[in-house]
């Protein structure tokens, strides 16, 4: 209490308790519903045109965005890629680990491309709450995936080897990073401030549009993915209440992003991979390299079991389906609808690797188009095999497909609705 008995207005619940009963303003996220890579970047550019906040929940820079503007292709990784918009303001939240001098890169990297990224670092906050990431985890990241590599499918030993070498190769100039490190401080203090009660604010004040950018995909989620080959955080819709530090009354649409075939990176149970010409060819049409690692990526047909199991844990309201345009060529097109062992289907996705590396796959086959579609502007123009692909999609796992990318640039992505 105050001298005169009042109560210190720092002390009282801001908007005077109101937010108990009004929920405030709702927040779009955007996820991504395979194994990463899907083109969320893109979905996010395309809803940052009239958003006011974009935000990052979790994950670090070691995901990777990239958006096409103006023929100019920008590559993000820790900033969220609405930051083009020089209207919105950039939240980078509690759950993201920062590596800051990739921080510092990245943005300078993208401002020598185009102009969209002028003035990023007034238009940039930063969660007091978020962890910074040094270069040893990062070497020791690297020497960990190694040895994962090394002895795939023998998890206790790798997990013993770990802790018996403590990375006995690993070298830290503990001196020269600190010193690099303190050359950032001046620049970032402006941008630090407290992300919960930012946040609230956003929330709670003046009707305000707030996209939330997730990276990496439900896949890669360190309890719903394909563990061990997995991210650190949880990159699925329950990540953004903790990421950000929210309550789950403030999200609105989810939006999962899928490509229309499916891909990943590195080693792990990938059931319908096409290790033949098919995948070859989906691989060269579609560029399939990663953004952060430069890796090719694995390829294979689009999984309807994986998505009902994506969609279970974060309840998509919508799809956007990227990539149609890579299918352009195949006279017919294979889509996974159930998965069976000992020649029963499973209803359910397998959280063990040694099963899922054994289930066989029932197909679908959907008569291909044979057309380049890069040009088409509305579903109308899609011919009508590519129409029935997606109306397939929509019917088998029960979400509308809102958005289909049939290019790069901002103007590929046709609405539906």
């Known amino acids: 209490m105050s001298e005169n008995g009042s109560t210190p207005a720092a002390a009282t619940i801001p908007n005077g308790g109101a937010a108990s009963r009004h929920p405030g303003n709702k927040v779009a996220v955007v996820l991504g519903a395979q194994w990463g890579d899907e083109g969320k970047g893109k979905v996010v550019d395309l809803l940052a045109q009239d958003a006011d906040i974009v935000c990052r929940c979790q994950g670090g820079n070691n995901a990777g965005h990239t958006v096409v503007v103006d023929s100019v292709e920008y590559d993000f990784h820790l900033l969220p890629s609405g930051i083009i918009n020089p209207k919105v303001t950039a939240f980078i939240g509690n759950g993201v680990v920062i590596h800051l001098p990739g921080l510092f890169e990245e943005a300078e990297k993208n401002v020598k491309k185009g102009k969209g990224l002028e003035g990023w670092e007034k238009r940039l906050i930063i969660s007091d709450r978020a962890h910074i990431v040094f270069d040893f985890h990062q070497a020791a990241d690297g020497i960990q995936e190694q040895q994962r590599q090394e002895q795939a499918g023998k998890k206790f030993k790798v997990l013993a080897n770990q802790y018996k070498s403590v990375y006995p190769t690993l070298e830290i100039d503990i001196e020269g990073e600190l010193k690099r490190l303190k050359g950032y401080t001046e620049r970032l203090k402006p941008m630090v401030r407290d992300g919960v009660y930012f946040m609230y604010e956003a929330l709670h ?38 990421g950000l530090g929210m309550p789950p009354q403030n999200v609105g649409e989810v939006y999962g992003v899928v490509k229309a075939y499916t891909t990943r990176v590195g080693i792990g149970a990938f059931p319908t991979e096409q290790d033949n010409k098919i ?27 994986l998505l009902r199991y994506a969609h279970m844990i974060n309840g998509f309201t919508a799809l956007a389906l990227t990539k149609l345009d890579i299918l352009d060529v195949f006279p017919e097109i294979k889509v996974g609808v159930a998965y069976r062992i000992n020649d029963k289907i499973i209803p359910h996705f397998p959280a063990n690797q040694e099963v899922l590396n054994k289930v066989e796959v029932q197909y679908e086959t959907l008569p291909g188009w044979n057309t380049d579609i890069s040009n088409a502007r509305t579903f109308d123009e899609l011919p009508v095999n590519a129409q029935n692909y997606v109306r397939f999609i929509e019917m088998e796992l029960g979400i509308p497909v809102k958005w289909i990318g049939v290019g790069k640039s901002r103007e590929s992505m046709i609405q539906l609705f």
Request: positive net charge; charged residues 20%.
């Open 205 to 242: 004040g003046p009707p305000k549009k707030i996209l939330v950018e997730g990276a990496n995909a439900a896949l890669l989620d360190i309890d719903f993915g394909t563990y061990p080959f997995v991210t650190s955080s949880n990159c699925t819709v329950g990540g953004v209440c903790t």
């Open 279 to 305: 995948g070859e060819l989906l691989q060269t049409r579609g560029k399939e390299v990663g953004v952060t690692t430069g890796r090719k990526r694995r390829c294979g047909w689009l999984d309807l079991v």
